[in-house]
Nanobody, 120 residues
Framework: QVQLVESGGGLVQAGGSLRLACAVSGLTFSGYNMGWFRRAPGKEREFLVATNRNGGVTSAEDSVKGRFTISVDNAKNTVYLQLNTLNTEDTAVYFC?????????????WGQGTQVTVSS
C-alpha cells in the first residue's frame, strides 16, 4: 500500500523559511514523478514543482521559481520542499504527490497535506 505523509508545516513570519518533508512508503522513486502542490483558501489546487524523468525538475509559476526547491533523499524515501522568502500569499495546505511517468497527477498517489501559515 502506497502512503505519502507530509510534515513540517506550521506558522512562520513573512520572509521566513520552512522545509516540508514527504515520507513515502510502498513505492520507490524510480519510474515516478514526485511533486508538490498547494491549495490556498478559496482557490484551486496549484502545481508547484516536480521531479521529471530526466533527473531534473519541472517548476511551475514564476511566483515560486527561485523560492521553492524540491529535493529527493532516495535512502530515506523522502521528498522535501524547501520554502524560502515566504509571503502571506503562500499560506495554503501543501500536498506531495507521486505519479507514474506519462500518467496524470489525478491518477497518482497523494498525501493528506500539511498546513503552512505565513503571518505578516
Amino acid at each position: 500500500q502506497v502512503q505519502l505523509v507530509e510534515s513540517g508545516g506550521g506558522l512562520v513570519q513573512a520572509g521566513g523559511s520552512l522545509r516540508l518533508a514527504c515520507a513515502v512508503s510502498g513505492l520507490t522513486f524510480s519510474g515516478y514523478n514526485m511533486g508538490w502542490f498547494r491549495r490556498a483558501p478559496g482557490k484551486e489546487r496549484e502545481f508547484l514543482v516536480a521531479t521529471n524523468r530526466n533527473g531534473g525538475v519541472t517548476s511551475a509559476e514564476d511566483s515560486v521559481k527561485g523560492r521553492f526547491t524540491i529535493s529527493v533523499d532516495n535512502a530515506k524515501n523522502t521528498v522535501y520542499l524547501q520554502l524560502n522568502t515566504l509571503n502571506t500569499e503562500d499560506t495554503a495546505v501543501y500536498f506531495c504527490a507521486a505519479k507514474r511517468y506519462f500518467s496524470s497527477w489525478s491518477n497518482g498517489y497523494w498525501g493528506q497535506g500539511t498546513q503552512v501559515t505565513v503571518s505578516s
